[in-house]
């Protein structure tokens, strides 16, 4: 892999390979914001609910940041009240767009299968769930949805990119792995995969 592949931004929530149990695991990436004042700090320092982290950005610039991780306190950011002047329990919620930014790997992991939870940094794509391997080269997938595209997608003789939901996802896709003598292969990985979840 490599060039855009790599580049490639990812949705809020992925599915990956349970660090405890190798079962599929959801991972929801962690909302970080900025504490704007000094005096809230040991709030979010003392809180159940939230990581507190000194960040230091590549610039000098430093920052105190309150870091919630989606699913280890019931679903969405609905549990956060009683928060300082300034914030709200939207702060923490992902954005509408389908892929976010790639700022950083912290998130939180729930696993179907052995019930694991917790705090996690991802190691992408070596995390996947969705992967496979073609003649030493290593292609994965987001979740179950963007996997189903990318099945149709090389098993397509048409693949238009625009008639998928994850389009920009299929885009990105090394040529290795669409090339007319890989397809088939490629195909029965795929639907191999698909069939363990």
Known sequence: ???T?????????LDLACPACGGMA?????EILKIELKGDVPFFQDSTFFDYRFFESWAGQRWHAAIYYPGLHGPGADCLRDLPAGYAAEDWKHSHHLYRS???????????ACHHRGK???GWPRDAFYQIEYRGN?????????TVDLRNFVASTK???????WSSFLLHIPSAFLAKGARDAVVKKLDRLLQLA
């Open 159 to 165: 693949r238009e990119p625009t008639d998928f939901t």
């Open 5 to 13: 592949y790599d580049w490639n931004p990812m949705p809020h929530v």
């Open 102 to 112: 790639p700022t950083h790997n912290l998130g939180s992991v729930i696993c179907r």
């Open 1 to 3: 892999m490599s060039g």
């Open 120 to 122: 996690h940094e991802l």
């Open 138 to 146: 290593v292609l994965w997938a987001f979740h179950r949805e963007s």
């Open 26 to 30: 959801s991972f929801e990436f962690a």
